[in-house]
């Protein structure tokens, strides 16, 4: 469908207060009928009840048997669950703060034995579950200060003594169950005058540690149903706030990474519901969450990289996306479901996902109806508006606007990442691990707008392919804006870029033009302010340069780009050396640099001109 220049609704939204109350006023809500009596007379009795149910459980096992994509899937859980055989048991050892390695481990090998053991009734499986619940039970706690420690653990203990209750012994069934009271439930309800932060939450904590707080219930609930209850209650009342950060298109603000940890619980959290209770309570009704299939989708590059905006991940393994295949499930569109990458021999896949044993179940449970071609030109609103085009010959473009303080944000409005060939010319620097910076002191998470955070060239605009104007970091809370998406035979987006830039600017407006199928036309409209003084547009590479007159060169992987300076001829373009970083702390990104137009104030007759930037082959 052709859209030709459709204004998009959030042109006029610039200040991050006003999108996050159209947001709020927005949010769907879940159904939630719970209650102790619902509870009782709604949740099934027989186990498994946890994203498997003897129904489901049956239906897997005879697909293993007639399908070839579940069978080679189930080949390689088995392969999974026998190197877990050979690893020592958990011990309570934290990395800094976090306990999450520890738990997210036991996850993963739940997922990996509890399964084998569905299927094929090991009892070498079995026994090795056993083992692993009585280790992590025998924890003094689960590491409540960081509480998606604690979620994850919920969630593995849970699904652990469900899959196995037919024939765990009874004592480590209640050893767990007190565990999941104790050491899981009861720490979010100690101050039950405030709830935990995450309980109505805005970002993924809410989706991770409600999913294990409602496995958690669904475990516990015939020794103390009002405790489920009131948690399950609190749980499906808070969830929509996490999902409203997909609103109003399928965008996940924290990155395609977090998309997965995110929505990967959100996804494992409806299977549960609808194998213990028989729905999910409203979720597939929420058409951005449902949506974000589509954009999960489009963030996978050509050359393999994601596009990595936000603290996001650089790129894919080879594993399918079995998050996504939940997606196509529901939808039955095969665009979601990665059949190849499923059909990879079991002992070439890399290690499974840490909830790759209940993906089993929605694997098995994909029916095709549907198929829906990558589109060419796709685009989602929200706190992190994103712009894609793409075409042959490995044509990537990926555009975005947004805010530095939206959750695991940077200062990278305007920015863009660019590929031809399936190489990434323009590259996002993405993310550093988190538990290096903190070791040291830094203060990683604050977004104030002199935090530490935006020393970083990972966070700051200056290692972003953005403007920069005196040399100034970005206004952390400016909302850049997607103002008109264009499709056609040259298609078009127009970002307004002008909040960023506080009175440093009067007006910013950045236009992304696909002016060929092998180029792509950065516009830049500038009113300068009476502080203006230079402007510096930007681009971030790890290829070769070769400064020419009137742009550059970039070499890489025997391909070349062409920088064309159309609007500004006359000035050279430089280089900065990136490698090494600036910062002792800076993420080391070999060969990276930043080319640099930099233009006076004063060039802009009456204030106002073009930047105009072509990149080419």
Not at 145 to 157: I, K, R, T, W
Not at 290 to 295: D, V
Not at 435 to 443: A, K, S
Request: net charge neutral; aromatic share 10%.
């Amino acid at each position: 469908m052709n859209r030709n220049f459709i204004t998009l609704l959030i042109a006029s939204i610039i200040l991050s207060g006003s999108l996050l109350a159209q947001q709020k006023e927005n949010i769907p809500t879940l159904d939630n009928p719970m209650s102790v009596s619902y509870l009782k007379s709604h949740l099934k009795k027989s186990h498994p009840r946890l994203v498997l149910n003897p129904s489901l459980e049956s239906m897997v096992k005879k697909k293993i048997k007639s399908d070839p994509v579940v069978k080679n899937y189930y080949e390689a859980i088995k392969l999974n669950a026998d190197k877990v055989l050979q690893k020592p048991y958990l011990q309570r050892v934290m990395t800094g703060r976090r306990l999450l390695s520890v738990s997210r481990e036991m996850l993963y090998r739940v997922n990996m034995l509890g399964m084998v053991y569905r299927i094929d009734k090991d009892p070498v499986m079995l026994e090795r579950l056993n083992n692993e619940i009585l280790a992590v039970c025998d924890f003094t706690d689960w590491n409540p200060s960081h509480y998606l420690d604690v979620g994850e653990m919920s969630l593995a203990v849970a699904l652990a003594i469900d899959w196995g209750a037919d024939k765990l012994p009874a004592a480590t069934v209640e050893k767990a169950i007190n565990a999941l009271i104790t050491k899981g439930i009861n720490p979010s309800w100690e101050n039950e005058s405030k709830n935990a932060g995450w309980a109505y939450g805005g970002n993924n904590w809410n989706q991770v540690c409600n999913g294990g707080m409602i496995a958690a219930s669904i475990a516990i609930a015939e020794k103390d149903p009002a405790l489920a209850a009131k948690t399950i209650q609190r749980a499906l009342d808070g969830i929509p706030n996490a999902l409203a950060a997909y609103l109003p298109d399928g965008v996940y603000p924290e990155g395609s990474t977090y998309w997965d940890y995110g929505t990967g619980f959100s996804v494992i959290t409806c299977a549960m519901l609808e194998s213990a209770f028989g729905t999910d309570f409203g979720h597939t009704k929420h058409s951005a969450y449902m949506a974000s299939a589509m954009y999960r989708l489009m963030m996978n590059a050509p050359s393999g990289y994601y596009y990595n905006f936000a603290d996001c991940g650089d790129s894919r393994g080879k594993n399918a996306d079995t998050e996504l295949a939940w997606f196509a499930s529901k939808t039955g569109n095969k665009a979601f479901f990665e059949r190849d990458r499923l059909l990879i021999p079991a002992n070439e896949m890399s290690t499974l996902s840490r909830i790759g044993g209940a993906a089993l179940v929605w694997i098995a449970q994909f029916k095709e109806t549907q198929g829906e071609a990558v589109p060419t030109v796709w685009y989602g609103r929200g706190a992190n508006p994103i712009v894609i085009f793409t075409g042959n010959d490995g044509y990537y473009f990926g555009g975005k606007g947004g805010r530095a303080t939206t959750s695991h944000g940077n200062m990278d409005a305007g920015s863009f990442i660019f590929e031809t060939d399936s190489i990434r010319w323009v590259i996002d620097p993405g993310n550093q691990d988190y538990n290096t910076l903190e070791q040291t002191g830094f203060d990683l998470w604050s977004s104030r707008q002199n935090s530490q955070r935006w020393t970083l060239l990972t966070k700051n605009n200056y290692g972003h392919s953005t403007l920069t104007v005196n040399n100034q970091l970005h206004i952390a809370n400016g909302q850049a804006t997607l103002v008109e998406v264009g499709e056609g035979s040259q298609p078009s987006a127009v970002f307004d870029i002008t909040a960023p830039y506080g009175d440093l600017l009067k007006s910013a407006k950045r236009t992304f033009t696909k002016d060929s199928p092998t180029s792509l036309l950065i516009t830049d409209q500038i009113e300068t302010s009476p502080k203006t003084e230079v402007i510096s547009w930007q681009l971030m590479t790890v290829a070769d340069v070769e400064i020419v007159k009137g742009g550059a060169i970039l070499r890489q992987g025997g391909k070349s780009l062409k920088i064309n300076n159309i609007s500004h001829p006359d000035y050279l373009l430089s280089v900065i050396s990136l490698d090494p970083a600036p910062l002792a702390l800076d993420r080391k990104i070999k060969g990276l640099k930043r080319i640099e137009l930099i233009i006076p104030a004063w060039t802009f007759q009456n204030g106002k001109g073009d930047i105009k930037i072509q990149l080419t082959k």
